[in-house]
């Protein structure tokens, strides 16, 4: 049986819902709401047009860039050879227009060499020591210092498509064999018969590499770093994202001994980068690198910029 006393607070409860109900219905709770409900609407609003406006300003800076940059970097690499060399996570967009960009500076295409997954990975570092020991062209000597897959295959690669100024490249046989063992062992895919000597290297990497990618960074920024040392320089290029964590480019620019081997750009999948990839070439052929872009390690935004952070 229900007790007087619960029977007043059951009571007492109603009355107070209803007249909670009715103070809401009065509009004063409901006009505070809205209220707050309405700040927050003009807010959002406001940060969505000040990203529209930001985004037609960036459109705009890329189309301006785009309609320069055939004046500013043309003649910009004439007589040089250039070799491109792409990691697994290069997007083909941004390697079509590297190659497009070197085409506009005047340089000769060397050829293409594409980095495999079964290489960045150093899962068969022992076979990949045996075939690089086996293929070094006669009277060329790799340097001792570099003991990882990345140094080896990279000083491999460099003697046998890569020269210093005022010398030739490897004989076409030594290069044809050199390739086909890396081919067949499924660490690179190359075609032999488009294969060239060159004075210049350009590496394309891709975005920031995952938590999993274990020394993936570390192997194609110590192969962009020996191959660039036996030409005349080299630029490792990617998305703003290889320039953080374990990424290639966040490796070179964490070692000083692989920052002065090889340039970096870090926005290549915009225009600024791609001109910036171009002059860095050239600059690299009189001695000089340097690291470009708007990532972290970034020295400039380009060559030739006043130094300090590119944001």
């Keep these: 049986m229900i007790s007087l006393r619960q029977h007043a607070i059951s009571l007492a409860a109603v009355f107070l819902a209803l007249a909670l109900g009715l103070f809401l219905g009065s509009g004063f709770v409901g006009d505070r709401v809205n209220s707050l409900t309405g700040a927050s609407r003009d807010r959002i609003g406001d940060l969505e047009a000040e990203r529209d406006h930001l985004n037609e300003q960036l459109n705009a800076a890329n189309s301006f860039d785009a309609a320069v940059a055939p004046r500013l970097i043309s003649g910009a690499l004439a007589d040089q050879s250039v070799l491109v060399v792409t990691a697994p996570n290069a997007a083909d967009t941004d390697v079509d227009a590297v190659k497009e960009a070197l085409s506009t500076a005047g340089a000769r295409f060397a050829g293409q060499i594409a980095?495999?997954?079964?290489?960045?990975?150093?899962?068969?570092?022992?076979?990949?020591?045996?075939?690089?020991?086996?293929?070094?062209?006669?009277?060329?000597?790799?340097?001792?210092?570099?003991?990882?897959?990345?140094?080896?295959?990279?000083?491999?690669?460099?003697?046998?498509?890569?020269?210093?100024?005022?010398?030739?490249?490897?004989?076409?046989?030594?290069?044809?064999?050199?390739?086909?063992?890396?081919?067949?062992?499924?660490?690179?895919?190359?075609?032999?018969r488009t294969m060239s000597g060159a004075d210049l290297v350009v590496v394309v990497t891709g975005d920031a590499l995952g938590d999993d990618a274990g020394a993936q960074?570390?192997?194609?920024?110590?192969?962009?770093?020996?191959?660039?040392?036996?030409?005349?320089?080299?630029?490792?290029?990617?998305?703003?994202?290889?320039?953080?964590?374990?990424?290639?480019i966040a490796v070179v620019r964490s070692d000083p001994a692989l920052g002065n081997a090889v340039s970096t750009v870090d926005n290549v999948d915009q225009q600024t980068g791609l001109i910036?990839?171009?002059?860095?070439?050239?600059q690299e052929s009189d001695g000089q690198s340097?690291?470009?872009?708007?990532?972290?390690?970034?020295?400039?935004?380009?060559v030739g910029a006043a130094p300090g952070p590119a944001a």
């Design 290 to 302: 340097g690291a470009y872009g708007t990532g972290a390690g970034a020295r400039a935004i380009t």
């Design 217 to 248: 960074g570390q192997l194609v920024a110590r192969t962009a770093a020996a191959m660039a040392a036996r030409g005349q320089g080299g630029v490792l290029v990617g998305r703003a994202g290889s320039a953080e964590g374990g990424s290639p």
């Design 115 to 192: 980095l495999t997954d079964e290489l960045v990975t150093d899962q068969n570092a022992e076979q990949l020591r045996t075939i690089v020991d086996q293929t070094i062209p006669a009277g060329t000597t790799l340097r001792a210092e570099l003991t990882d897959s990345g140094g080896r295959v990279g000083d491999l690669l460099g003697a046998l498509l890569l020269h210093p100024e005022g010398r030739t490249a490897s004989d076409a046989a030594d290069i044809r064999l050199g390739l086909q063992a890396l081919r067949e062992g499924g660490f690179i895919a190359a075609a032999d």
């Design 276 to 282: 910036t990839a171009v002059l860095a070439l050239a």
